[in-house]
């Protein structure tokens, strides 16, 4: 602790042990307990106690109180606890009764102060940071702590029993490992005296009909599993796995959703990795048993571990199935029956759907799937789900109330088209008349005006996937023409988004378009249809789109559109039309300049960046002067995201020039022409003097914005770092160029040594003197600067201190004054 803190600290403890004066916050005094917890773990507890007598005056002060503040009082309990957790520490409080007086008899446990919710909790808390030694350990089984722990397992408070189930592992823990040369047996004796009471509580509590004991001892042991890994709790569980399959046996089975959480913590564990364990033979039971509603997480969990079965895997993934399955059946689809053996014997509901699907979705994307997934059922489910949700007739024998459960249904439509993107993945192995039923589908929601914006997104997104499809080697032509079609069919129905008076629909039909162009760019069939749809000209009106997120998607879906009609871009037949497109940088410079919102702005420096690292024509031929307009036009731009943008355009262009000239990280760019003609370092440095580059970069280091700031001085940290790499290489004499060396020895670095006024402009101007004052300049400790985030002042313990006691006096003068 320093010795400001020092001195401030006694006046905040008589603050808080005051009754008379208001305690500080909560959020005061949670900032109080890290400051502590961080002393405590730094050094030893007992000397910050020693030194800081003001602390245990406090402790003492407060737990002698007899009306004390119940927030103060749970403070205290927290505080004691975390000096306690040091087996010195602990023995100093012991010896003045701090410790008897917060978490014994004579504490808040024998007095109605009990009652408040927010003592209890700062009594668990407090008792399970102290549990850190045996000392501890021996206190709490000694002073009976143990039956309180047991009791606020069924806390009204959620907080404070899931606390009481953590202390009762670590309990259970310490007492194992208080008697590790004994060798641990499933027989009762065997055990330490304070486990085998906790056990035979634990087993006492599964027995019983009592739904809340039983949760809370299920509870109980999936954290203990959580936090122990050893050996003896495969002991454990030995003797508790028949009392755990009798509850499995009931109907329905006890306590379902806490008997999934128990199997799959257990399944996590090493202890139970073994394929021989007896634990699969009751997760296996579980899946069988568990009704569906409840069971989807634990066969999911299943799915992606490595060390379960092929065959608890199997059974894990026939339930996912299930209710697919029954869609299946329901429509009397020829596919039914493939997906599971089994069938729903519960109603089917729309949450249940949800989370079938979206388990499925997740595990198409893990290659630890083992076993075989029957995709093509799958598929069809998905469709025929997508065609009831729709109002679309799928068969004469369709169930009606299936009908009535489904059609219209949001959360079914979104979870089904997330899990339809996914299965694109599998599309090779599927039939032509199945694909055409995909597209089919994704097509109808795409066109429906009933269709919600966010229904619209993600059917886009899945129409984007299934498209990408077409990028695999072994596609067939036959394959690409039903593509081709698709493609065609989605861009006319985008031609009316783009003119819609939603602005949601115009915005997610200008990102497919984006994206699209993104990832399919090069294929000559998919630019045909692009220019084929008339889109780019409804692209440029939506620059001026009156909403400024649509004008930002836009630029983006512009920026791309000039790529993809790139003269040099293999592959693809251009038009007249392409021209005006490729020459397209005036239009977003003006953006740039004038738009009243930020994201147009930074969409456009975003556009820019990929066409210097692209090598668009409007860059490639003079990347320096390509460059400087974007910067002049980005100079005093208030928002702050646009300045980044800028600076990172500027680092792009200077790591491309320095690659040119083998000083850079990376190798040069294809687009650059500076990379393919390299320059001597003293031209390269001229030539960013007179873009007025360094100057631009410095006005950054300087900005107000902490992000803009730190960005400009990674860039002049990559440009220092790539000179000194060049002075290394460089005789003593100079370069070639007749740049003289900087010297050797620099000067003494400063915190921010920066050119101003109009010397700045000189400065900037002349590469020896921003040489120097880039090796004057303590780039490095500035940066480290940065990166402290931008709260650190108030989280300073000196500034919290002194917040504490300005609350205090303010308070005071309230109160003398209240008017």
């Given at each position: 602790m320093d010795a400001k803190c020092s001195q401030l600290l006694p006046s905040v403890c008589a603050v808080l042990a005051d009754p008379g004066r208001p305690v500080a916050d909560d959020t005061c005094l949670e900032k109080l307990l890290d400051w502590f917890k961080a002393l405590a773990s730094a050094g030893p507890g007992l000397r910050v106690l020693k030194e800081n007598p003001c602390l245990m005056e406090l402790i003492l002060a407060v737990l002698k109180q007899g009306e004390p503040d119940p927030v103060l009082l749970s403070f205290v309990l927290r505080l004691t606890g975390i000096f306690a957790a040091s087996e010195s520490s602990f023995q100093y409080l012991q010896q003045r009764e701090v410790v008897f007086g917060a978490f014994g008899e004579a504490g808040p446990l024998g007095s109605p102060l009990w009652e408040d919710?927010?003592?209890?909790?700062?009594?668990?808390?407090?008792?399970?940071?102290?549990?850190?030694?045996?000392?501890?350990?021996?206190?709490?089984?000694?002073?009976?702590?143990?039956?309180?722990?047991?009791?606020?397992?069924?806390?009204?408070?959620l907080f404070i029993a899931a606390g009481a189930n953590r202390l009762l592992a670590r309990l259970l823990i310490f007492s194992v490992a208080s008697e590790p040369s004994r060798l641990l047996s499933s027989k009762d004796c065997d055990w330490p005296a304070c486990a085998r009471m906790m056990v035979a509580r634990l087993e006492e509590a599964l027995r019983s009909r009592s739904p809340s004991r039983i949760k809370n001892s299920l509870k109980l042991l999936t954290t203990l599993f959580e936090d122990s890994q050893d050996a003896w709790t495969e002991i454990l569980w030995s003797r508790l796995a028949e009392t755990v399959e009798a509850l499995l046996m009931e109907e329905p089975a006890q306590a379902e959703p806490w008997l999934?959480?128990?199997?799959?913590?257990?399944?996590?564990?090493?202890?139970?990795?073994?394929?021989?364990?007896?634990?699969?033979?009751?997760?296996?039971?579980?899946?069988?048993?568990?009704?569906?509603?409840?069971?989807?997480?634990?066969?999911?969990g299943l799915l992606k571990l490595e060390a379960c079965p092929q065959a608890i895997k199997a059974q894990g993934l026939a339930v996912l199935l299930q209710p697919m399955d029954c869609i299946l059946r329901a429509t009397s689809h020829p596919l039914a029956a493939s997906l599971?053996?089994?069938?729903?014997?519960?109603?089917?509901?729309?949450?249940?759907?949800?989370?079938?699907?979206?388990?499925?979705?997740?595990?198409?994307?893990?290659?630890?799937?083992?076993?075989?997934?029957?995709?093509?059922?799958?598929?069809?489910?998905?469709?025929?789900?997508?065609?009831?949700?729709?109002?679309?007739?799928?068969?004469?024998?369709?169930?009606?109330?299936?009908d009535h459960l489904l059609i219209g249904s949001f959360r079914v439509q979104r979870a089904a088209l997330s899990l339809l993107g996914e299965l694109s993945r599998w599309a090779a192995a599927i039939h032509d008349e199945e694909r055409l039923q995909v597209f089919a589908v994704l097509l109808a929601y795409i066109r429906s005006p009933d269709s919600s914006p966010v229904i619209l997104k993600k059917a886009l997104l899945g129409t984007l996937k299934w498209l990408l499809r077409a990028l695999q080697p072994s596609v067939t032509l036959a394959d690409l023409q039903q593509h081709r079609k698709f493609l065609r069919d989605a861009l006319q129905v985008l031609r009316k988004h783009l003119c819609s008076p939603s602005w949601e629909v115009r915005d997610s039909s200008l990102e497919f378009l984006s994206?699209?162009?993104?990832?399919l760019r090069g294929l000559d069939w998919f630019w045909q249809e692009l220019l084929s749809s008339e889109l780019p000209m409804l692209l440029e009106g939506l620059l001026n789109d009156h909403d400024s997120y649509v004008r930002a998607s836009a630029v983006k879906t512009w920026g791309h559109f000039s790529l993809q009609a790139h003269p040099e871009t293999p592959g693809v037949k251009r038009n007249e039309n392409t021209k005006e497109v490729c020459a397209g940088g005036a239009r977003l410079l003006e953006i740039?300049?004038?738009?009243?919102?930020?994201?147009?702005?930074?969409?456009?420096?975003?556009?820019?960046?990929?066409?210097?690292?692209?090598?668009?024509?409007?860059?490639?031929?003079?990347?320096?002067?390509?460059?400087?307009?974007?910067?002049?036009?980005?100079?005093?731009?208030?928002?702050?995201?646009?300045?980044?943008?800028?600076?990172?355009?500027?680092?792009?262009?200077?790591?491309?020039?320095?690659?040119?000239?083998?000083?850079?990280?990376?190798?040069?760019?294809?687009?650059?022409?500076?990379?393919?003609?390299?320059?001597?370092?003293?031209?390269?440095l001229r030539l960013f003097c007179q873009m007025e580059l360094f100057g631009f970069l410095f006005r950054g280091l300087q900005d107000c914005d902490r992000p803009v700031a730190l960005k400009a001085c990674e860039v002049l940290l990559a440009l220092k770092s790539a000179l000194c790499k060049h002075r290394s290489k460089s005789s003593p004499a100079g370069d070639a160029a007749g740049l003289k060396d900087v010297p050797t020895e620099t000067p003494s670095p400063l915190p921010l040594s920066l050119p101003a006024g109009e010397a700045a402009e000189k400065d900037c101007q002349d590469p020896e003197s921003l040489l120097l004052i880039l090796e004057s300049t303590d780039l490095e400790g500035l940066r480290r600067a940065l990166d402290v985030s931008s709260d650190h002042l108030e989280r300073n313990p000196e500034s919290l201190l002194q917040d504490i006691l300005a609350a205090a006096g303010n308070a005071e003068e309230n109160k003398v004054d209240c008017y």
């Open positions: 919710m927010t003592i209890r909790s700062g009594w668990v808390q407090g008792a399970f940071v102290m549990l850190q030694h045996y000392s501890a350990f021996q206190f709490l089984c000694n002073s009976g702590a143990l039956d309180v722990v047991f009791t606020l397992q069924g806390d009204p408070s999934v959480d128990l199997f799959l913590s257990m399944a996590r564990s090493p202890a139970f990795s073994s394929q021989e364990c007896s634990l699969w033979k009751l997760v296996a039971l579980a899946l069988k048993n568990i009704s569906l509603a409840q069971v989807g997480p634990l066969a999911h599971s053996a089994s069938s729903v014997e519960s109603p089917l509901s729309t949450s249940l759907l949800c989370q079938t699907m979206a388990h499925l979705e997740e595990i198409q994307e893990t290659a630890c799937v083992a076993v075989e997934s029957p995709h093509r059922p799958l598929l069809c489910a998905v469709v025929t789900v997508l065609q009831l949700c729709a109002g679309q007739e799928v068969s004469s024998s369709s169930d009606a109330t299936l994206l699209a162009m993104k990832r740039l300049s004038s738009d009243s919102e930020g994201f147009p702005r930074r969409a456009a420096v975003g556009v820019f960046i990929d066409w210097l690292k692209e090598g668009h024509p409007e860059a490639s031929p003079d990347p320096a002067q390509f460059v400087s307009r974007a910067l002049q036009a980005a100079d005093g731009d208030l928002d702050w995201e646009v300045k980044i943008r800028a600076l990172e355009l500027a680092g792009v262009f200077i790591g491309q020039t320095l690659d040119g000239l083998g000083l850079g990280e990376g190798s040069a760019s294809a687009g650059s022409s500076l990379a393919k003609t390299p320059a001597p370092l003293a031209d390269a």
